[in-house]
């Protein structure tokens, strides 16, 4: 078993983006979580291949493919629709 930590931000501000939906997928394994205030998601997985897919209104959708061995920690940025003037 293999834990994955994700820090989902904002990538224009850097702040963490809080209430994303933080989909993990596998040919054998899915699970939607969602973002902690902090930005965080923490799941324990079997070591393997992942698609993180994420969705936050007013930002574009994620897609990243990670591979889990023991613990592995990302940070994810999140591009926003609307930049800030």
């Known amino acids: ?3 994955l930590v994700i820090r989902v931000v904002d990538r224009v501000t850097k702040k963490p983006v ?3 939906v ?3 997928i596998s040919p054998t394994f899915r699970t939607v979580e969602i973002s902690k ?3 965080s ?3 324990e997985l079997p ?3 992942y698609d993180v897919v994420i969705h936050h209104r007013g930002y574009e959708p994620s897609k990243e493919r990670v591979r889990v061995t023991n613990s592995v920690r990302i940070i994810i940025e999140l591009e926003p ?3 800030p003037l």
């Open 81 to 83: 629709i609307f930049k």
């Open 1 to 3: 078993m293999g834990k």
């Open 37 to 39: 205030k902090d930005g």
């Open 22 to 24: 933080v989909e993990i």
């Open 47 to 49: 070591n393997g291949t």
């Open 41 to 43: 998601v923490e799941i």
């Open 18 to 20: 809080s209430g994303a």
